[in-house]
């Protein structure tokens, strides 16, 4: 079975002070720092052993994971096993990098985002140009809102072609055509962000071939749908594995509408679904969504 696995741990903890970013400058106990890695390791171990699948995983922790020397470890392990596809992790790029030296390019991915204010512009991007001389794959994304724009023009202008740059529509803000326009000339898949997609009865793949794993082993479709399909520790999710339409009225966040079927971000993203990697260079769709009326769903 080819099933792709949302990993997210008791992790809650972060190193930056995102001001649009709940878990800015939190901090996990010693005890919840070890729920967290026990959590991690049984993750890891139970991947380990499904040798009759092909996984591919991506951690999507609350908080910055590869600062924990737990979850670059467990990336490593599991890039170099032979049925994991993929490993992939959200990061904000803060660790430092020599340890992808022991892991397999071919599987190792990362989906990085950079935050203005946060850290250091030559930071960030020496980082990016020294995962792009190790040959791991890897996106780079910044959240839309205008203060980064001068920034996101930069670091477009200093990655290599073949990097893709996204961008993430701030939460809960309206972007006037204009405002969108000078986004989209970074990002021409930018429109896929800007608005929610109707979601309510289509068909995804989140709860046949992709499912959500929290800390403790509950299998759910998704992140954002919260309904439980049994556990990953006992076997019990298997039986629950089959085509499902989204219950929801909206899907507006990327790891989840990435899978809706009405959408064709598979074709768009074939090969690099999880580290949000295009497989060619994107150009802007013809028409990507309709924006909901007011109120409307």
């Known amino acids: 079975m080819d099933l792709t696995i949302l990993y997210r741990g008791p992790l ?27 959590a991690l390791d049984r993750f890891a171990s139970w991947a380990t052993e499904q040798h009759d699948d092909r996984l591919s995983l991506l951690f999507t922790p609350w908080g910055e994971g590869l600062v924990r020397s737990w979850y670059r470890h467990t990336l490593v ?35 990085c985002t950079y935050h203005p204010g946060q850290t250091s512009y030559e930071r960030f991007a020496g980082k990016c140009a020294d995962l792009t001389r190790r040959g791991i794959r890897f996106s780079v994304g910044v959240v839309g809102l205008p203060e980064h724009l001068d920034a996101a023009r930069r670091l477009r202008a200093d990655l290599p072609g073949h990097v893709y740059l996204w961008v993430n529509a701030p939460e809960g803000q309206q972007l006037s055509d204009t405002e969108a326009a000078a986004w989209t000339e970074l990002d021409p898949l930018f429109d896929y962000s800007r608005y929610p997609h109707s979601s309510a009865g289509m068909p995804c793949r989140t709860g046949e071939s992709v499912i959500s794993v929290d800390g403790a082993g509950t299998v759910r479709r998704c ?14 999710y298997r039986a629950n594995l089959r085509p499902r339409a989204c219950p929801k009225d909206l899907c507006d966040c990327h790891i989840g509408y990435v899978h809706l079927e009405s959408l064709p971000l598979y074709d768009v993203f074939a090969g690099g679904v999880l580290e949000r990697v295009p497989q060619h260079r994107p150009t802007r769709p013809q028409l990507v969504t309709v924006p909901l009326p007011a109120g409307g769903s």
């Open 12 to 38: 809650s903890s972060c190193d930056y002070d995102c001001p649009y970013c709940p878990f800015a400058k939190r901090r996990d106990s010693r005890d919840q720092l070890r729920a967290d890695r026990a």
């Open 77 to 111: 392990r599991l890039s170099r096993l032979p049925h994991i596809r993929r490993v992939a992790i959200q990061t904000n790029l803060s660790c430092r990098t020599d340890w992808l030296a022991e892991a397999d390019p071919d599987t190792l991915a990362l989906w």
């Open 223 to 236: 992140h954002f749908v919260r309904t439980e399909l049994g556990n990953l520790y006992d076997n019990s």
